[in-house]
C-alpha cells in the first residue's frame, strides 16, 4: 500500500508539480527585469524600423495608388502639415518595432508566468498563444491582399461620380487601414472567442450549430460591410471565410467539451 501511494505521488509531481515558487519581492525583481527586457526590444526593434517605414509605408500605400491610377488620378497621396510625413514614419517605426519586438515579449511574458503554472497548463498556454498570433496574421494578411482593395476601388469610385476631386491625407488614409486591418485581425480571432466561450460554459457544440442560422444573419450583415461592392461573389467569399472560421470554432468547442466531460466522469468515478 505504501509502495503504490508513492508511486502515485512520483506520477503527479512528475506532470504535475509546478516550477520552483517565488517570493513577492522575488516576483517584483522577476517583473522588472522583464519589463526592462520588453521595452528595451522596442526600442531596438523601433530603430530598426526606422529604416524599414519608408519601404512599409510605399508598400501600404500601394492599394489606394492602384485604385486611384485606375481611375485616372494621380496616385500619390498629400500631406497638410511639413511635419505630416515625419510623424507617420516616427508612428510606423514604433508599430514596427513593437511587432518585429512582439515575439520577445511573449518570451518575456511566458518566462514570467511559466514557473509559476503545471505542465498541462504550460502546454495549452503555448498553443493558444500560437493559435492567437497566426489567426491575428491571418486576418491582416486577408485584410491586405483582400478586402483592401475592393474598399479602396469601391471609395474611389464613389468619390469619382461626385463633384469632387480625391486627394487623401497620408495619416487620414493609414488611420482607414489601420481601422480595418486590426478589424479582420480581430474577426479572425473567432475560433479563440468562441474556446473561452466554451470554456466557461457560455456555449457548446450543440448550441452553436443550432443557432447557425442567426451566425449566418450576422455574418452576412459582416460580409456585407466589409465588401461594399455590388459584386456578389466577393461578398460570398468573404462569407465563406466567415463561415469556415465559425465551423473552426464549432470544432474547438466540440474539444472542449469533450475534454471537460472526460474530466467529469474521471472525478466522479473517483469518488
Partial sequence: ???????????????????????????????????INSLASIVIGSAVGWFVAPHFITAMARPITIALTQAGYDGKLIVTNPAGYLNLLITTS??????????????????FVAPALYKRERSAIAGFLFSTVFLFLAGIAFGYFVSLPYVLHFLVKITNEGPV????????????ILLILLGLGLVFELPVLIFFLSLFGIVTPKFL???????????????????????????ILFMSVLVALYFIGVAVSWVVVRKR???????????
Fill in 1 to 35: 500500500m505504501t509502495n503504490s501511494s508513492q508511486s502515485d505521488s512520483a506520477i503527479v509531481s512528475t506532470t504535475e508539480e509546478p516550477g520552483a515558487q517565488m517570493t513577492f519581492f522575488e516576483h517584483l525583481v522577476e517583473l522588472r527585469k522583464r519589463l
Fill in 94 to 111: 514604433i508599430y514596427i518595432g513593437i511587432v518585429m519586438a512582439s515575439p520577445w515579449i511573449l518570451y518575456q511574458i511566458w518566462l
Fill in 165 to 176: 476631386k480625391p486627394l487623401f491625407e497620408i495619416g487620414q488614409y493609414f488611420d482607414l
Fill in 209 to 235: 450549430i443550432k443557432n447557425f442560422r442567426y451566425a449566418l444573419l450576422v455574418i452576412t450583415i459582416l460580409a456585407a460591410v466589409l465588401t461594399p461592392t455590388p459584386d456578389a461573389l466577393t461578398m
Fill in 261 to 271: 466531460n472526460q474530466r467529469q466522469a474521471a472525478a466522479g468515478e473517483g469518488q
